[in-house]
């Protein structure tokens, strides 16, 4: 995947099917999503963040 993406890929949502392999690269992850489930209804999806190390913080309140 990595020699797929381009540097104005960073910051990106990767989408990628684990099964097929498939993917889609956008910088909304509703969006990234979506275009994938057009194309495979019943994906097992995986999301990325391109050069980041998680695709989401959780962080505790105060």
């Known amino acids: 995947m990595r020699s797929l993406l381009r540097p104005e890929d960073d910051g990106k949502v990767v989408a990628i099917d684990v099964v097929t392999g498939e993917y889609e ?25 391109v050069g980041q190390p998680t695709a989401y913080q959780m962080r505790h309140g105060r």
């Open 25 to 49: 690269i956008h910088g909304d992850d509703y969006t990234v999503v979506s275009r994938l489930r057009a194309r495979h209804p019943h994906a097992a999806i995986w999301l990325e963040r």
